[in-house]
């Protein structure tokens, strides 16, 4: 089955800090979705961005399915953005396979 | 966004018993469910994949008699742990997309099961 790495596994940033997660996934996909799962375990839709660049606030998402990947960047870091955040891609079937993660952690 | 309901949130029970979790869409119709778990500090593992009036797909290594999914209706889907035990002990979490592979998921409040 498909394969998706996340990096970095974790991640720690003062507020107000930027950062880029990035997705990579091994095959080419028609759906890739990000998440970021909460405390409480709540998985909260980022974007549905199967290709090009979409923003929502200080949050935006590029995918290069061409090359196989995909960037979330988050700005102006805040603590409320600290959890997990998730890409999970479908590829040639219907299956919605996760990454690996990277846990977020923001600090004042 | 389209919002899915998943109850209950937190379970316990005791060894040898079955447990019932559901999942609902409420604002849409649900073509296709997914059922995942997810151990601490992992990532979600796919169980099973349900399409509404049919048998649900199973992932590799999923037992389908311990773990019994129903999606009786375009709106609901049950997965049913039978004779749990402390290892099934986890967080559950459904899904549900209105269409097939290329439309966006939607996800429940997952259900967290202690088994005793």
């Known amino acids: 089955g498909i394969q998706v790495e996340q990096s970095p596994p974790d991640l720690i940033l003062q507020e107000g800090a930027n950062s880029t997660l990035r997705c990579n996934f091994s095959?080419?996909?028609?759906?890739l979705q990000w998440f970021h799962q909460n405390p409480w375990g709540q998985l909260i839709n980022l974007f549905y961005?199967?290709?090009g660049t979409k923003q929502n606030g200080r949050l935006s998402a590029t995918t290069v399915a061409t090359e196989r990947y995909s960037l979330l960047y988050i700005s102006s870091s805040q603590t409320t953005d600290s959890g997990v955040y998730f890409c999970?891609?479908?590829?040639?079937?219907?299956?919605?396979?996760f990454g690996t993660g990277t846990q977020l952690k923001v600090e004042l | 966004g389209a919002v899915v309901s998943q109850h209950p949130s937190r379970v316990i029970c005791k060894s040898g018993t079955s447990v019932k979790i559901e999942c609902r869409s409420l604002?849409?119709?649900?073509?296709?469910m997914f059922w995942y778990r997810q151990f601490p500090k992992q990532s979600l593992m796919l169980m099973a994949t349900?399409?509404?009036?049919?048998?649900?797909?199973?992932e590799q290594g999923v037992e389908k008699d311990k773990f019994l999914i129903n999606h009786a209706s375009l709106t609901l889907s049950t997965l049913t742990v039978t004779s749990a035990h402390p290892e099934d002990s986890s967080f559950y979490i459904c899904?549900?997309?209105?269409?097939?592979?290329?439309?966006?998921?939607?996800f429940g409040q997952g259900t967290r099961l202690t088994v005793v």
């Open positions: 899904s549900a997309r209105q269409g097939f592979s290329g439309t966006e998921a939607f």
């Open positions: 095959d080419s996909v028609n759906n």
């Open positions: 961005i199967p290709s």
């Open positions: 999970a891609v479908t590829g040639g079937g219907n299956k919605l396979t």
């Open positions: 604002d849409f119709q649900a073509t296709t």
């Open positions: 349900s399409n509404e009036g049919s048998k649900a797909t199973y």
